[in-house]
């Protein structure tokens, strides 16, 4: 594209987004009642957590969330089948070996707590699968060609996993008559737990493949 | 409380997780898992049947707070279609990948594929059809770049790209309205949308990008090099289904919630935008030189004919003449879901045996196929829409509704496009016949072609003659949810 038909495209996007803006200050400005926030607060001792967002994620929205984690594993099927993943950079020197011999067992760390954290203050699953995979990132980057993941049937395990944990959860209790993914109360908080534990294995496992970019070795054997 | 709605999202995805964790017995899984599936929508339709609109509320939680799923007799009629088409699919795929590896990644993303349908078409809340769209997005691309070399590859990267730019669109769509009302489920919503500037602008970014992944003109361009390069079980799930769903949710959208927002003005826009799609793809496919490019064009204007009952269904107020148009809408989308499914995967079956799949070159090997060139008669005989197709009733009823209403122009691109597609048919059919017939046995394959002769068989005579059934189902129903 040259100059100006770019200028153009640029002058055209901006007037769009600013409508688009204006738009939705009118739209907040004339909003007649609080949003579901109020609701969700007040649910709250119902869900067994203490965090609004984590209620939202794995109790009132929780099927969102379920097809959310069937996303990730439809994007990690698509990536392996696309065949095997270019080399691995080559092996870190010992500087940066030390430094990743530091960096990874923190960043499993504080993965672990922002799990257990996220049921009262900000933090969750998400967060922390999301530092469990930059610990596989990092790993990749300082030339382990697996990137800390193991081999391919226990990926294939842990890529399911958080979809496995939300639809065991979920069609057991629909077993016992009630809603899918409907938590008995008593209980709410430490299935809310465990979805999340494994939802956390799941994503981290799922990031630090796709980083690596190609399928498992011994696939297709 | 319906546990059938739930389990018929579940259970897809339970069988792409069995396939990926057991991908050495991919096979045998996948078709448990798509003869479960298959039977739990059918206790939904039986369960419609009987019970009227059934409606389940997840996680314990009723709307506003929690998500719902909703089925109508519309909804229950577009799952039994996915369910039959999937099913062939699924036994057709079999046959079709001869390369196991490949037939082990087809598989889990296959049922992620049908777990989006599925969950789309019973989708209740606004944002839910988000997440849903994405898992359909991510699945269609990935199992259409499932064909290998370069053609398949930039086409599935290109309509990965645009699926995104859909969502996207459709999400900023989805933002606006929970600014302006915090709420999202559809029907908390149709009762309070109306004419005005925000839910209007929302209305606008909705349709846009689902128009992007339903493909209607003039936003097709992406559709025909994805579904002709695509493997032949994978575009005809693409072209049957999920574009499909993505129109019926534009329609659903306009015709349900937001029909206090929408204007005969933009409604003659979509009409229009759909007549266009009828004649360009027609029109392409009359020119196009392979059999793939032919079936994806067809597909575009296939898709524009469901958006010509928008300017006539728009001003109707609920009764038997609206009713009768849903009716019709919902016969167009079935009858193409089950004639382009069979269409597609008897292209296959020839491209495979010839290695080609030019249309100047078709004679000898149909020749050696003819139940696969008798599924793609049959398929052509229910996109032209010749009696006694579900799609002859289908634009039948399209005709006399735009002659009662003084509408008479829409019956101009309904005219051409099956004068058109009556071309492009027998442009095959000729093809196929021009050599002296030699007796062969009718069936070669019967595990690959066989699922294509029955779905073009129920998109012919079934739905025509069964038509009646549907309205009965359709019945006490009205769109909205």
Known sequence: MNGPARLLVALLAAALGGLLLWVLATALAARPEPALAEAAFAALPLTGVGNPVTAVLLDYRAYDTLLELAVLLAALLGIWSLGPPAPAYQRAGSALRAMVAWVVPLLILTGGYLLWAGGQVPGGAFQGGALLGAAGVVLRLAGDPRAGLPGESLQRLLAVLGVGAFLLVGLTVLAFGRDLLDYPTDWSKWLILAIEGAATLAIGATLAAAYVGGRPPGEGR | MNASLPLAVCLPLLGALATTLAPARARALGLIAALASSGVVLWLVVGVWEQGPLRASLGGWSAPLGIALAADGAVAALLAMTAMVALAISIHAGGYFRDPERLRQFWPLWLLLWAALNALFLAADLFNIYVGLELLGLSGAALAALGGGRAALTASLRYLLVGLLGSMTYLLGVALIY????????????????????????????????????????????????????????????????????????????????????????????????????????????????????????????????????????????????????????????????AKAAFFLAAGQVQQLAGHDRIDALGGTAQRLPATTFTLGLAGVALIGLPPSGSFIGKWLLLEAAIDQGQWWWILPVLAGTLLAAAYVFRVLARAFNQEPTPLHFVTQVRAELPGLVLALLAVAGLGLAAGGLWGLLEPVEIDR
């Open chain 2, 179 to 338: 600014a302006a009302h915090g709420q999202l489920d559809l029907a908390l919503l149709g009762t309070r949308l109306g004419p005005g500037l925000v839910d209007a602008t929302a209305l606008a970014l909705l349709s846009l990008g689902l128009a992007l992944k339903a493909a209607l003109f003039p936003l097709h361009f992406w559709l025909p090099p994805t579904h002709a390069n695509a493997p032949a079980p994978v575009s005809a799930a693409l072209s049957a289904l999920v574009g499909k769903v993505a129109a019926w949710l534009l329609l659903m959208l306009w015709l349900g919630p937001f029909a206090a927002v929408t204007q005969p003005a933009a409604a003659t826009l979509l009409g229009l935008l759909g007549a266009c799609g009828v004649i360009w793809g027609s029109w392409r496919a009359l020119r196009a030189e392979r059999l793939k490019l032919l079936a994806a064009h067809s597909t575009v204007a296939q898709i524009g004919y469901l958006f010509l009952f928008v300017p006539l269904i728009q001003g109707l107020d609920p009764g038997p003449e609206r009713t009768a148009l849903l009716g019709a809408l919902l016969l167009m989308a079935l009858t193409h879901g089950f």
